[in-house]
Nanobody, 124 residues
């Protein structure tokens, strides 16, 4: 059974930082590119970033480019989202997802597995 378990969310002031983690189990982690998405209240789920199987290729939404970075530790089956200079508009539930593709997956329907999400709240 595949499980993706996010952690690291919380409440932070604007300008602060958080690191989200997503631990994967039940799949061969190196065969999957990983993505982060977020969903704010009343809004659709949106792409945040993705990282290729090897960890060297990344892609980000324009809204987070330069502030957020992704990394992965294939030995630990874990992917990270490092978030800096957080803004109130970054407030959302953040989800990690796994896609059986090498890289470059931005659309929700391309992902095979999803976590339950972790709340990030940025106060002004």
């Amino acid at each position: 059974q595949v499980q993706l378990l996010e952690s690291g969310g919380g409440l932070v002031h604007a300008g602060g930082s958080l690191r989200l983690s997503c631990a994967a189990s039940g799949l061969t982690f190196t065969r999957y590119s990983m993505g982060w998405f977020r969903q704010a209240p009343g809004k659709e789920r949106e792409f945040v970033g993705c990282i290729g199987r090897g960890g060297s290729l990344t892609d980000y939404a324009n809204s987070v480019k330069g502030r957020f970075t992704m990394s992965r530790d294939n030995a630990r089956n874990t992917v990270y989202l490092h978030m800096n200079n957080l803004r109130p508009e970054d407030t959302a539930v953040y989800y990690c997802a796994a896609a059986k593709r090498s890289f470059g997956v931005r659309t929700i329907t391309e992902y095979d597995y999803w976590g339950q999400g972790t709340q990030v709240t940025v106060s002004s």
